[in-house]
């Protein structure tokens, strides 16, 4: 059952924004209806609950589209297969096995958090306070890895958690606060099966934003993503490119980037610990 428009949806609500019974299972039988017939059941990041291989993806899944994210999910698993194996590696051999994902700062957090865990736990955090106390893991992403990996029933959202939850609640509004979008996820969320659940808003998101448009726009949260192309972005990902194949002076960079912010860039990194300086040569 796929609704057309909200008003079947809106007519069941009462005030202050409590779903009745009704509503909410006319919503969640709109979600397993798209997902039984056109969920993405094959994703690799859905065939286990490891949270180390969870935080991988979620991290990879940041501002990324999944079919980049594909063969670099796998790519970089063969490399690190556990979270010990991306501990104790260098943050320069993490940062080349990222390269074509851009964001180089989730790599680093990512190899962060695994030296956490390794150094600091006994397991991996399966609260949401011990995940968020790790580098580079917000309250959105301990959700998802909850969910994803052990199966909690936690609310979180995320882009295309507002996709669906706007389209379907708020068509006439803007400036949607999360606040009101997160009071719906947990009237509306499956306790039972939380993982698959929100499997099928990732999926029933994906469908609308293509179909539809992006209803994300109506939240008061809304950024909208930066042009990459001559952005200090591609900069520095041009520079993890080149260091990545071997160390460079600044002179040599400055023939292969020729943009006047190449050292602001270069001087961001060092500070950062992406980029090391040693006899006159930068080095990942």
């Given amino acids: 059952m796929i609704l057309s428009n909200t008003d079947t949806i809106l007519s069941y609500m009462i005030s202050g924004m ?3 019974h009704q509503a909410q299972e006319v919503f969640r039988e709109t979600l397993w209806d798209y997902y039984r017939a056109h969920g993405r059941h094959d994703l690799p ?8 291989a969870v935080m991988v993806s979620e991290l990879m899944l940041q501002q990324t589209q999944v079919p980049r994210v594909l063969p670099k999910y796998h790519e970089f698993l063969e490399q690190f297969p556990t979270v010990h194996a991306l501990a104790v590696s260098d943050l320069g051999v993490v940062l080349r096995a990222w390269q074509g994902l851009g964001y180089n700062r989730r790599a680093k957090f990512l190899w962060q958090a695994a030296r956490r865990i390794v150094d600091d736990c006994n397991h991996f955090p399966d609260t949401s306070a011990g995940l968020v106390a790790l580098p580079g893991i917000g309250p959105n992403t301990a959700g998802a890895i909850l969910a994803y990996a052990f199966n909690q029933p936690i609310v979180f959202i995320e882009t295309n958690v507002r996709t669906v939850y706007i389209h379907h609640f708020f068509a006439d509004r803007t400036d949607i606060s999360d606040r009101e979008i997160l009071n719906l996820v947990e009237q509306t ?4 099966n939380p993982r698959e659940f929100y499997w099928a808003l990732m999926d ?3 469908h609308l934003k293509a179909t539809v448009g992006n ?3 109506a939240s008061k949260h809304y950024v909208k993503q930066s042009r990459f192309h001559g952005s200090r ?3 520095r990902g041009a520079v993890i490119r080149e260091l990545g194949a071997q160390p460079h002076t600044a002179v040599s960079l400055r023939t292969l ?3 006047d912010r190449l ?5 961001d990194l060092v500070r950062e610990d992406m980029v090391y300086l040693r006899d006159g040569k930068y080095h990942l």
């Fill in 233 to 235: 972005r591609q900069i």
């Fill in 204 to 206: 029933y998101g994906t």
């Fill in 263 to 267: 050292q602001g860039v270069l001087d």
């Fill in 257 to 259: 980037i020729t943009d």
């Fill in 215 to 217: 209803a994300n726009k």
């Fill in 18 to 20: 409590k779903l009745s």
């Fill in 189 to 192: 969320l499956d306790r039972e």
């Fill in 45 to 52: 990041w859905r065939q286990t609950e490891d949270p180390y």
